[in-house]
């Protein structure tokens, strides 16, 4: 069996994630999107091929779209040209041409999938694969004054400072320093090269590489991005007080996001002044900075 991954047509809603990264090189558990399809579908049996050596026999996958591995499988059996959709008529796959427009079988699964549209459904895709995350792998350092509950990735070179508590599952990648006095909690993603200061907590989210945190941060339910600076006090808040599901702006239209824990999506380079305040579901994107004791109320685009 042949697979082919494709980049989605659509991926500018996810800014600032992918205004200067292409869709398939958004992370996802410390590995980019593509690679981590790739090696599931590998895992599943699959040789990826790219589109000069797809055949009519080829399995397209946009890469915009979760869906478990087993449910493709009776797109293979197909006979026909044939396009697989969602419960909701989202494109999932496809086999028989190299434009889906082309096929002229459907069919429709009711397996568990779901489409990665905006920034926010990189923390649900995230969330699902630190769920099934195995056994620890401590491969840096943790010191016997901290505390370690729950799986955990440690990657080469990394320490866990004293006084740091550690509830997985947690994936920390390589030459990372955490604390001392932190506390990382929820299916959180920490890349390589990241500095997480005295007294921060982190909940349920995603950093990209070289990440600098300074002291007594709180980082809620958000997604920060490579080389980005949260000056001291910084607070990326991520509940209504009316316990109602945060909303996003995306094109001029508040958006639903289904989360009732939503923080910030942070760009590239992104500097935050100190006791910088960020109000829920806000962007801020590449290259902005933020004043001292500012807050935050809307996106930062």
């Known amino acids: 069996m042949q697979a082919n991954l494709h980049e989605p047509i659509e991926s500018l809603l996810c800014a600032p994630l992918t205004t200067k990264r292409r869709f398939s090189d958004c992370l996802v558990a410390n590995h980019t999107l593509h690679e981590f399809l790739e090696n599931e579908l590998v895992r599943a049996g699959f040789e990826m091929v790219d589109d000069a050596h797809s055949t009519e026999r080829t399995l397209h996958l946009p890469l915009d779209h979760w869906i ?71 491969r840096g350092e943790i010191s016997q004054l901290a505390e370690v509950r729950g799986n955990l990735y440690l990657g080469n070179g990394s320490v866990v400072q004293p006084g740091c508590f550690i509830e997985g599952n947690v994936v920390i990648g390589e030459n990372c320093v955490i604390g001392p006095n932190a506390y990382i909690h929820g299916n959180t993603s920490i890349a390589d090269n990241c500095h997480i200061g005295h007294g921060v907590e982190v909940s349920n ?97």
Not at 223 to 232: C, S
């Open 205 to 301: 989210s995603v950093f990209y590489e070289h990440v600098t945190v300074g002291h007594n941060v709180y980082v809620g339910d958000s997604i920060v991005g490579n080389h980005a600076l949260l000056g001291a006090g910084t607070v990326l808040s991520n509940k209504r007080h009316d316990g109602r599901n945060q909303r996003a702006l995306i094109r001029g239209e508040l958006i639903d996001t289904g989360r009732q824990e939503l923080g910030a999506i942070i760009g590239d380079g992104v500097r935050t002044g100190v006791n910088t305040t960020v109000f829920p579901g806000r962007k801020i994107g590449n290259g902005r900075t933020t004043r001292p004791g500012a807050l935050i109320e809307h996106d930062m685009m």
């Open 68 to 138: 478990d591995v087993g449910a493709l499988c009776m797109l293979t059996r197909s006979t026909e040209p044939t396009s697989l959709f969602d419960s909701r008529g989202d494109l999932v796959a496809w086999r028989g041409h190299k434009d889906p427009r082309q096929c002229t079988g459907k069919m429709v699964t009711e397996a568990n999938c779901f489409r990665i549209r905006y920034a926010w459904d990189f923390l649900q895709l995230n969330e699902e694969v630190l769920d099934v995350m195995g056994l620890s792998d401590i």
